[in-house]
């Protein structure tokens, strides 16, 4: 073996040690052949994406089993791999190398997981090994040691009611009952707790024989879910599986669900993986949650992963959310899957009565707090929630007199001050900027454009001081409530429940919630704004601080029509859903050369431009758009430029297809 030999020849010819070679000493011609495992070896080389062969020893032929992990020489090195196949001989006409060791016998690689792990390898542009990395959490050996027992207690007969809210729900229950595999996407309204309408849909499932997967987006709604799970399913149905759990808990889940000791699993967008056999059903709530998108290479969407599972499987499906993305009006309007939504005038009758103002008055300019949220606080019978879209205290200062943004004397950064004790100090370098003068006007006295929760709080509770205040948000996420009167100020997705819902819901600032730069703003907004009006309890109200025709879709309780007219505006553009976009992350002379590359036959490609235009030493990125039927080629194409790079070691690019934010 010479010293150029490239990691194809490594992985598959022994080490030179005199012992490997007594090892890899062919065979007596009267002996029988060894058998040959065919493994997925994590090599982290986007060229070398594809499986290899190796030898099976007598002392491990019992234990490397399909799906099993092992360890294996590959480039001079013992890396980690899992065992795809056994077969009786190679394609490969070199010799082979040998399994090293097999890690443990448990088959944790199922051949439908293995499918949907290279599927989604394929459709974002990636390498299998990373996929995997996401599918299937690290080992813990305690937990194999751990025998789990199926529950043998007769399935809960369940109840139905929640469903009759939506034209053909019942119907979609009763065909998942059945053995069948409707797909179905629901709009959801406030009243029937959604945990309760997936359970009993997973228990129907069930009623068939056949298993469920479902995403939440974070740890707190698996607790809240879980717990509905346990009622309605009964004990020992389920487990939850999230990245939040402690090793050996998170990899006994995992055990739990290849073995086939339960058949549902609920969890955050890693469950999407989750190796649930004779799965029937796959599952998803508040599918536009940015916590679904994976920020580990090659970031999937756990929308996706499920929408190609249930597709490879043959299963049903069932997405909802108070909100609806594009994504689903796309399935929607495609004939892919069936709108379950209530009746217009339920709907309108299920969701807060929403009065919006921008607080002004004749001749009078528009006011952040109006004396409209005041009068709805006064008047409240029990808690009042109040959404706010930041956190801090004054995060951004300018001058009273003249408005330019105070700036820092030293480092030029923005000015600002993260506690009413704090000092105003610089965001960028920390230096304390007392006493502080304008530049420009030389006034003394600081305002502040934008007014976090942990302020509001502060003018609210002077105003109020009868009422308790509470925040949530950042590292304080406050949990379910009891009923009482209080005053709630949280960021979006940090709202806790109370118990029989909130008297009010307010949302201030909406105008700051449109103003990021984002391509998806006014979806985002929206499904955070419905998310919070759907905590209002049953004849709530509802007010919200912001431009009365930007606000249209909450007035009229009209998620389904504010998404019809997204979707349309993406068309225009050609955005996802309709069409398939990627961005390439990396210097500006392979980006310039990328550029001129023959993608596909529509791909328009837009830059190289500044990652971003705010701070041009974070490097360029290109846009690559294409017709959604190319979009495979495209990220065929992808996948082959990483592949170009890796064998000739020069340094990777970052490649996101479809990326959430742009």
Same mark, same amino acid.
């Given at each position: ?453 942990? &302020?509001?709080?502060?003018?609210? %509770?002077? =105003?109020? @001081?009868?009422?308790?205040? !509470?925040?949530? $948000?950042? +590292?304080?996420? *406050? ?48 499904? &955070?704004?419905?998310?919070?009006? %759907?905590? =209002?309890? @049953?004849?709530?109200?509802? !007010?919200?601080? $912001?431009? +009365?025709?930007? *606000? ?66 974070? $490097?360029?990125?290109?846009? *690559? ?38």
């Amino acid at each position: 073996m010479t010293s150029d030999e490239g990691p194809e020849q490594l992985a598959l010819v022994p080490s030179a040690s005199p012992a490997r070679q007594r090892a890899a000493k062919p065979a007596p011609a009267a002996a029988p052949l060894l058998p040959v495992a065919r493994v997925v070896v994590d090599s982290g080389l986007a060229h070398l994406d594809r499986f290899f062969d190796y030898l099976v020893p007598e002392q491990l032929a019992v234990s490397a089993v399909p799906g099993c992990r092992v360890k294996v020489r590959f480039a001079g090195r013992l890396v980690d791999g899992y065992v795809v196949e056994r077969v009786e001989r190679s394609d490969h006409d070199g010799r082979l190398g040998f399994l090293a060791k097999v890690v443990s016998p448990e088959a944790v690689l199922t051949p439908e997981v293995l499918r949907l792990a290279r599927a989604v390898a394929d459709r974002y542009a990636g390498a299998l090994g990373d996929v995997l990395r996401l599918a299937v959490p690290p080992r813990h050996a305690r937990a194999e040691k751990v025998v789990g027992t199926p529950s043998d207690a007769p399935l809960p007969i369940g109840s139905v009611e929640g469903w009759q809210t939506y034209v053909h729900g019942l119907t979609f229950v009763a065909s998942l009952r059945a053995g069948e595999r409707p797909r179905g996407w629901l709009t959801a309204v406030p009243g029937p707790d959604p945990a309760r309408l997936v359970a009993e849909a997973v228990l129907a499932t069930l009623g068939s024989g056949r298993g469920s997967v479902v995403c939440v987006p974070d740890a707190r709604d698996v607790a809240r879910w879980d717990a509905v799970f346990t009622e309605i399913l009964g004990e020992g149905r389920h487990v939850v599986l999230t990245a939040a759990q402690q090793p050996e808990a998170r990899y006994r889940s995992f055990l739990a669900a290849a073995r086939g000791d339960v058949r549902v699993v609920l969890g955050t967008r890693g469950a999407a993986f989750a190796p649930v056999r004779d799965l029937g059903l796959v599952a998803m709530w508040d599918d536009g949650d940015d916590l679904f998108a994976e920020p580990r290479a090659p970031y999937p969407h756990a929308r996706e992963v499920l929408l190609l599972r249930s597709t490879q499987q043959d299963t049903a499906l069932l997405i909802g959310g108070y909100a609806r993305t594009a994504e689903g009006q796309s399935l929607i309007e495609s004939g892919w899957c069936t709108e379950l939504a209530a009746e217009q005038r339920t709907r309108r009758r299920a969701w807060p009565r929403l009065a919006v103002t921008d607080g002004s008055t004749a001749g009078s300019s528009p006011v952040r707090l109006p004396h409209e949220a005041f009068r709805a606080i006064r008047s409240a019978e029990g808690s009042v929630l109040v959404q706010v879209p930041r956190r801090g205290y004054r995060d951004s200062l300018s001058c009273q007199t003249c408005r330019e943004p105070a700036r820092c004397t030293t480092c030029q950064g923005p000015l600002g001050q993260p506690s009413a004790s704090a000092p105003v100090a610089c965001r960028w370098c920390g230096r304390t900027a007392s006493p502080w003068a304008c530049p420009h006007c030389h006034g003394t006295r600081l305002r502040s454009p934008v007014v976090g929760a942990l &302020r509001t709080a502060e003018e609210f %509770a002077r =105003a109020f @001081p009868e009422l308790e205040v !509470v925040t949530s $948000g950042g +590292a304080s996420i *406050l949990s379910d409530l009891p009923a009482g009167r209080r005053l709630v100020l949280a960021t979006p997705g940090a709202e806790p429940h109370v118990e029989g819902g909130y008297d009010v819901v307010m949302l201030l600032d909406t105008w700051l919630m449109m103003a990021r730069e984002d391509v998806r703003v006014d979806e985002e907004s929206h499904r &955070r704004w419905f998310n919070a009006l %759907a905590l =209002a309890r @049953p004849g709530g109200r509802a !007010v919200a601080v $912001g431009d +009365a025709q930007t *606000l249209q879709a909450l007035v009229r309780a009209d998620p389904a029509g504010f998404a019809a007219r997204e979707l349309a505006a993406r068309a225009e553009t050609h955005l996802p859903p309709t069409a398939r976009l990627a961005t390439v992350d990396g210097p500006d002379d392979v980006l310039a050369a990328l550029a001129e590359r023959a993608w596909t036959p529509h791909t328009e490609v837009l830059g190289p431009v500044p990652v971003d235009q705010r701070s041009p030493d974070a $490097g360029q990125r290109l846009i *690559l758009r294409a017709p959604r039927r190319e979009g495979a080629a495209l990220a065929a194409a992808l996948a082959a430029v990483a592949a170009e790079r890796s064998a000739a070691k020069q340094p990777g690019l970052r490649v996101q297809v479809d990326p959430p934010t742009f």
